[in-house]
């Protein structure tokens, strides 16, 4: 898959991985595990998208165990698991999430986390282009009183917003020169789905509900319809290419990176001491 106006940047061939669904730890380690690959020579840049089962709240790297009320996440049938990266909280369900994974020397990723930010949502943005939805980048973090435990509550800079409600919410972890950008796109459903998740009390939880239907929005209602995983993937993986000056050559995770994910998985993201840490 290649560009067809490259912009100011050199040309690159990255990796695309349509992945299978799997639990949150799997995820998160898979993310990581591509990430420690690629530092090691072993894995190009990649371009991951993926979905969730069974549902799962994930919470940013420091976020407070007790945002989340676990005994309502394991009634529910969710999991819980912590990112590598920061931000607040996001139940993963009826959602694309994509992943980014490159070299911080790489011109589109240069600079501060926020000016990274910048770049690579340019790829988000053509893709929703494609799609006929009116996304702009959000200018201005959040505000302290912003600062609640919902990820989709507001917008950071350079997040994707349409008519000022946020539509994808992103996150980035940098490590040892290397750039792990990962974020979520709802496709359909109730994103007040959330505060059943979260250790609020039922007063609390009933104000949250329209707060956060009033900030946030799905895909399906940007566009009016839902539209399928497979074709989001298609048309983001496009817009990436045409924004980053990319070639993406589809492929698989190599029994390396399945190895690194595995032990990532059973020593980090599924074991107790990573999810409860403060």
């Not at 993937?233 to 290419?241: C, K, M, Q």
Request: glycine share 8%; proline share 6%.
């Amino acid at each position: 898959m290649e560009n067809q106006q490259p912009p100011s940047y050199p040309p690159a061939t990255w990796r695309l991985i349509l992945d299978r669904e799997a639990g949150g730890a799997t995820n998160m380690a898979v993310d990581e595990a591509i990430l420690i690959a690629m530092l090691e020579g072993a894995s190009p840049p990649t371009l991951r998208f993926y979905a969730w089962s069974p549902p799962c709240l994930s919470l940013g790297r420091n976020q407070p165990l007790a945002d989340a009320d676990l005994a309502a996440c394991r009634a529910a049938g969710v999991d819980v698991v912590r990112r590598p990266t920061g931000g607040r909280a996001i139940l993963h369900t009826d959602e694309l999430t994509y992943s980014l994974t490159l070299l911080q020397v790489d011109p589109r990723a240069t600079g501060d986390v926020v000016e990274g930010y910048r770049r690579l949502s340019e790829g988000l943005l053509a893709g929703l282009r494609l799609l006929e939805v009116e996304a702009v980048q959000a200018v201005g973090r959040k505000s302290a009183t912003d600062a609640g435990p919902v990820c989709f509550e507001a917008p950071s800079n350079y997040e994707i917003t349409v008519a000022g409600r946020k539509l994808i919410g992103s996150a980035q972890w940098r490590s040892k020169g290397s750039v792990l950008q990962h974020g979520s796109l709802p496709l359909q459903g109730d994103l007040a789905r959330i505060v059943d998740c979260l250790a609020l009390s039922d007063a609390q939880r009933e104000v949250q509900r329209p707060h956060i239907r009033g900030r946030a929005i799905t895909l399906e209602e940007a566009k009016g319809r839902i539209v399928p995983f497979a074709q989001v993937a298609e048309v983001l993986a496009e817009g990436f290419a045409q924004a980053l000056n990319l070639t993406l050559l589809p492929g698989e995770l190599s029994a390396h990176e399945r190895a690194l994910a595995a032990e990532l998985r059973r020593s980090r993201y599924a074991a107790p001491g990573w999810t409860t840490r403060t």
